[in-house]
């Protein structure tokens, strides 16, 4: 972990990278040229096996720029753990995270290291008009809608991973060593001082976006199950009702014989209710062993991710 010892770095820009080789060199470029408007600065890029010519290009780019330094996954761990690992390496009294894609315009970083400078250890890059697909917006704003209600969490979908952090919230961080990583959600808990600036969010430069349907959806459920145990409440009511609405139903079936006489016809809905209840009771069985899983997890101890190669380290 980047412990501060090597004086001098103002900001550090840690940025995962997966299968960005076409927008390397120019993302390099415009950091350069941005960054030096603010002071010393160090680029770390975190390749995580996305197959390309990507590692390649970033030992390229560090032999040219020492400010440049690359780590290299073993396997693929995912994007938030490639944002760990940067920000476990990054010393400069400022961190910036942002995509490899160039929809973060580096030509902001001034703006956000500007505001950061009135007081503020988390500065937050808002996107006012969001250049992705129709489909894509619309599943981030779902996901996001759904996580600040279940986790409690007030999470704004225009926001993604670019901002700016102080040394004080990238130490708080590396402190935080759950499997479950979601590096927005773990930054807001903190609680720091936030603010929000309005950047623009430009189309994606190649390529197409490495986040299918399956892995937000995925990305949901881990964080869900990492940030709130609203599921096992909604299991408990649940249950309540389904008691509640079985006492109603049999009241009315002994008062209806009691008045009417005669057996009762109901076969049909008598199995229906009971595979019904056969299901919710082996989802909410499924839903304790998720919990449950989760916990196994996390009592191994493993390492979030692991350093396969360094370069300009």
Same mark, same amino acid.
């Given at each position: !972990?980047?412990?501060?010892?090597?004086?001098?770095?103002?900001?550090?820009?840690?940025?995962?990278?997966?299968?960005?080789?076409?927008?390397?060199?120019?993302?390099?470029?415009?950091?350069?040229?941005?960054?030096?408007?603010?002071?010393?600065?160090?680029?770390?890029?975190?390749?995580? =096996?996305? *197959?390309?010519?990507?590692?390649?290009?970033? =030992?390229?780019? @560090?032999?040219?720029?020492?400010?440049?330094? *690359? %780590?290299?996954?073993?396997? #693929?761990?995912? /994007?938030?753990?490639?944002?760990?690992? *940067?920000?476990?390496?990054?010393?400069? #009294?400022?961190?910036?995270? !942002?995509?490899?894609? %160039?929809?973060?315009?580096?030509?902001?970083?001034?703006?956000?290291?500007?505001?950061? /400078?009135? *007081?503020?250890?988390?500065?937050?890059? &808002?996107?006012?008009?969001? /250049?992705?697909?129709?489909?894509?917006?619309? !599943? @981030? &704003?779902?996901?996001?809608?759904?996580?600040?209600?279940?986790?409690?969490?007030?999470?704004? @979908?225009?926001?993604? #991973?670019?901002?700016?952090?102080?040394?004080?919230v990238a130490t708080s961080f590396q402190g935080m060593r759950e499997q479950l990583r979601f590096f927005g959600a773990l930054v807001d808990w903190m609680g720091f001082e936030t603010a929000k600036v309005d950047v623009t969010h430009e189309g994606r430069a190649s390529g197409k976006s490495s986040y299918t349907l399956r892995m937000l959806w995925t990305l949901a459920w881990n964080t869900i199950i990492a940030y709130s145990d609203k599921p096992l409440r909604f299991s408990v009511r649940l249950g309540f009702i389904m008691a509640f609405a079985a006492l109603v139903y049999g009241t009315y079936i002994f008062f209806r014989a009691l008045l009417v006489g005669g057996p009762v016809a109901g076969w049909s809905s008598l199995m229906v209710s009971l595979y019904f209840i056969g299901g919710v009771i082996i989802a909410n069985l499924g839903i304790i062993g998720i919990y449950i899983g989760k916990i196994y997890d996390e009592t191994k101890q493993r390492p979030l991710y692991i350093v396969s190669r360094k370069a300009g380290q």
């Open positions: !972990m980047g412990n501060g010892e090597r004086k001098g770095i103002e900001v550090s820009v840690v940025i995962p990278v997966f299968r960005n080789e076409d927008t390397l060199p120019a993302l390099h470029e415009r950091l350069a040229a941005a960054l030096e408007q603010v002071g010393e600065f160090e680029l770390i890029l975190v390749e995580d =096996c996305g *197959g390309d010519r990507s590692w390649e290009i970033i =030992c390229e780019l @560090s032999q040219k720029d020492p400010r440049v330094k *690359g %780590l290299q996954f073993s396997r #693929n761990f995912g /994007q938030h753990f490639g944002i760990t690992a *940067g920000l476990d390496h990054s010393i400069g #009294n400022w961190t910036v995270v !942002m995509d490899a894609d %160039l929809q973060d315009r580096p030509e902001e970083i001034p703006r956000l290291y500007e505001k950061a /400078q009135e *007081g503020y250890d988390v500065v937050l890059a &808002r996107r006012a008009n969001r /250049q992705d697909r129709p489909l894509k917006k619309l !599943m @981030s &704003r779902i996901f996001y809608k759904a996580f600040s209600y279940l986790a409690d969490i007030e999470y704004d @979908s225009s926001v993604g #991973n670019f901002r700016i952090i102080s040394r004080k």
